[in-house]
């Protein structure tokens, strides 16, 4: 058997377990109808990206633009030192990282983010700044139109690691969506990592991150290191560049 046969032969075999077994002679259409379970009804959240989306009924709201009251400063505990005005938070240069007071494993998260309308700088100077999964992993944010920096640094990077599909950046001042669904990693009791983080993203609803296993920590210099861990945060960087986010909804997997 080839080992895309196998494949299908074992996924099939686990799909079937959680069925009654019935006489292969005997099955009718309704013997491999599965009724229960029923997945929970969620009504979705409108218009992702616009100035009037919403979140789906059953995420955690991080941001709705009124408040910073779900976020810390990553620094010292204390109050989240960002900006806030209209229905977005900015980035307060030199204020440090910012991060979620709830902790999350496996996770669907949305946000926005726009990086500053008036260009001053280039390459990573220009509205970087990141988002962390669990508190780690860097998903950078940068303005990556026409704005060439290192592949696997430029928007939509797991940073230093793996280079987004696609180059989907929307020009400077313009708000911008990542859509992402992560996996947390799994350590056995020696610490060893015995299943990657994975990470999907959808930047502006085009995929760019198609379940990238994702190799250890995102440092700036040097390679990525493992280090068990277990549940994080989302945290947001101080690149010392004024980028702003709103709309960020997340819902626990
Ligand atoms: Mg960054």
Do not use: C
Not at 58 to 68: C, K, M, P, S, T
Not at 199 to 219: D, F, K
Request: glycine fraction near 8%.
């Amino acid at each position: 058997m080839k080992k895309s046969a196998l494949i299908f032969a074992a996924a099939v075999s686990i799909t079937v377990a959680g069925m009654a077994q019935v006489d292969p002679k005997k099955q009718t259409p309704e013997s491999t109808e599965i009724w229960d379970p029923v997945p929970r009804v969620v009504t979705p959240g409108t218009a992702s990206g616009s100035k009037t989306s919403s979140a789906p009924s059953d995420a955690i709201v991080l941001f709705d633009g009124r408040n910073l009251d779900s976020w810390k400063s990553s620094k010292n505990d204390g109050a989240a030192p960002w900006l806030i005005a209209g229905d977005a938070m900015t980035v307060k240069p030199g204020s440090g990282d910012i991060q979620t007071k709830q902790e999350f494993e496996d996770f669907q998260l949305h946000i926005e983010f726009r990086t500053p309308a008036k260009v001053e700088d280039e390459g990573q100077g220009r509205g970087n700044s990141g988002i962390f999964m669990q508190g780690i992993y860097e998903l950078q944010v940068l303005d990556s139109y026409n704005n060439r920096t290192y592949s696997n640094g430029q928007a939509g990077s797991i940073y230093k690691q793996s280079m987004p599909l696609v180059n989907a950046s929307l020009a400077p001042g313009a708000w911008q969506t990542y859509d992402v669904v992560y996996t947390a990693p799994k350590f056995n009791k020696d610490g060893m990592m015995t299943h990657p983080p994975y990470i999907t993203v959808l930047h502006n609803g085009v995929l760019i991150q198609n379940h990238t296993a994702i190799r250890g920590t995102t440092p700036y210099v040097g390679l990525p290191q493992v280090k068990p861990h277990g549940k994080g945060p989302i945290k947001l960087q101080d690149h010392h560049n004024s980028t702003s986010f709103r709309n960020i909804w997340i819902r626990e997997l």
